[in-house]
């Protein structure tokens, strides 16, 4: 029992001791705790941070992956919006009649007709091959055999019904194009009935309708003859007009020549009488008067040869169809410097043309520069034209005789290499030109300040004193 006792005693010290430590022990840990709680806590935010750190990162990284997609979407939505604005404004281009907005291009002609005639007869000839071809049925092309409610004759009917409607909207693009072509405006029109043609072959894809190329081809073809053959008339025209102009000028000349000879030959017979009268009566007059009769008669010799030089001049020029003048002209007022015009005239005072040349359809009078008689006057006004053609001021109608850039010294020069003589003005005088321009400047300027007006004294004013 004592026994018992003290081992029980032994053992509650032994556990009082293991708890006594157990508690020190305790305390320490807790002391340590505290000493490193706050190294724990920023090492748990540290975690915590980069945790945020690669969430942000990754929030920021998906956030550019939709910007990117969302940029790419855009760049491909505009491109495609792009591409549609830029059809839409070239379909619109192709409908606009405005000349302000169209391009000019340089047109090289398709066929080589000489005549207005020759291009009317091949229009005929073309449109009856499109009337040839529609018939036959090669206008419109349909491989596919249809048939509607399990009938080939109505899937037949309702082909033929379909290529009328195609072929009378082909039909009516190229009309409107053919009715509006002109100089300025055919290549527009070329790219309009092709568009047409993509666009109507485009609409027949599901029943696998589509206008033949050769229909199209014949289409363009008429565009084009038409075109060619309103500028052949346009050519004819004022080649006709050209004629005309130099008609008349021949006809004056003629009518000159023809006035100049009747003229010299009434005074050929009027001198002749004269001078048959005056010997007449210097045979039986003496003295005095016999020397007023003998000086006479010397002065009506001297005129009736004058007047049959006149005559023989009158009838040379006359036999003579290809002499003429060629006169060399400037208009400063109107063209500018450098700019001269070389033409003919066959008339007896050529200054008369320059004076028509010089009417209503300029501001200014033409100015003379130059005017040279030749046997085959044509000939010369080519050999000019040749030497200044490069230089032509208008290069589509060459018969305008206009050219710029041009030194009077090369042409003096040109004329003395072939052995002619004339005189040369360098200085237009442009009378009319010059004093319109000092009278602009004169208006242009400010007023000066005029002295106030001095009255003259009346020998009634009164004095006053000073």
């Not at 500028?231 to 004819?236: C, G, R, S, T, V």
């Not at 066959?346 to 209503?360: C, F, N, Q, T, V």
Request: proline fraction near 3%.
């Amino acid at each position: 029992m004592l026994l018992i006792c003290a081992f029980l005693v032994v053992v509650v010290v032994i556990l009082s001791v293991f708890l006594l430590k157990l508690w020190q022990q305790q305390n320490t840990y807790r002391r340590q705790l505290q000493r490193y709680a706050a190294i724990i806590d920023l090492d748990a935010a540290i975690d915590a941070a980069k945790r945020t750190l690669e969430k942000g990162n990754q929030e920021v990284r998906d956030a550019e992956e939709r910007q990117t997609k969302r940029r790419e979407q855009l760049e491909s939505e505009y491109k495609r919006a792009l591409a549609k604005y830029e059809e839409l404004q070239h379909e619109v281009s192709l409908l606009e009649e405005n000349l302000d907005t169209m391009s000019f291009g340089l047109y090289k002609p398709h066929f080589t007709f000489q005549t207005s005639e020759e291009y009317k007869d091949a229009l005929v000839a073309l449109r009856g091959k499109m009337k040839d071809l529609t018939k036959n049925g090669g206008a419109v092309t349909c491989p596919t055999e249809w048939t509607v409610n399990d009938s080939k004759q109505e899937g037949a009917k309702m082909i033929r019904q379909t290529t009328k409607v195609i072929l009378r909207a082909f039909n009516g693009e190229c009309d409107a194009a053919c009715a509006h072509v002109s100089y300025n405006n055919i290549q527009k029109m070329e790219e309009r009935v092709a568009k047409a043609f993509d666009a109507i072959n485009k609409l027949g894809e599901t029943m696998r309708l589509s206008i033949t190329n050769v229909y199209l081809r014949l289409r363009l073809d008429e565009l084009r003859l038409i075109n060619e053959y309103e500028n052949k008339k346009y050519q004819e025209k004022e080649e006709e007009r050209e004629h005309r102009e130099k008609m008349r000028d021949a006809e004056k000349a003629q009518r000159e020549i023809e006035q100049a000879q009747e003229e010299a030959e009434a005074q050929e017979a009027t001198y002749q009488k004269l001078l048959e009268k005056a010997r007449a009566e210097a045979s039986a007059a003496t003295g005095s008067q016999l020397e007023e009769l003998t000086r006479k008669v010397s002065e009506f010799s001297a005129k009736l040869d004058e007047a049959r030089q006149k005559k023989e001049k009158a009838i040379a020029r006359a036999q003579l169809t290809k002499s003429g003048f060629v006169y060399v002209i400037s208009n400063v007022g109107a063209f500018g410097d450098g700019v001269f015009k070389i033409g003919m005239t066959r008339r007896l005072e050529p200054m008369d043309r320059i004076m028509e040349l010089s009417g209503a359809a300029v501001p200014f009078p033409f100015d003379l520069h130059a005017m040279m008689f030749s046997d085959d006057a044509p000939a010369l006004e080519c050999a000019l034209h040749n030497l200044l053609e490069e230089r032509r001021l208008n290069l589509v109608n060459t018969r305008k005789e206009f050219f710029h850039k041009v030194k009077l010294s090369e042409i003096r020069q040109f004329v003395e290499g072939r052995g002619l003589s004339a005189q040369f003005i360098d200085l237009p005088e442009a009378r009319e030109y010059r004093e319109t321009m000092a009278r602009r400047e004169l208006s242009e300027k400010p007023a000066a300040a005029q002295p106030a007006p001095k009255f003259a004294e009346s020998p009634f004013a009164i004095a006053q004193p000073v």
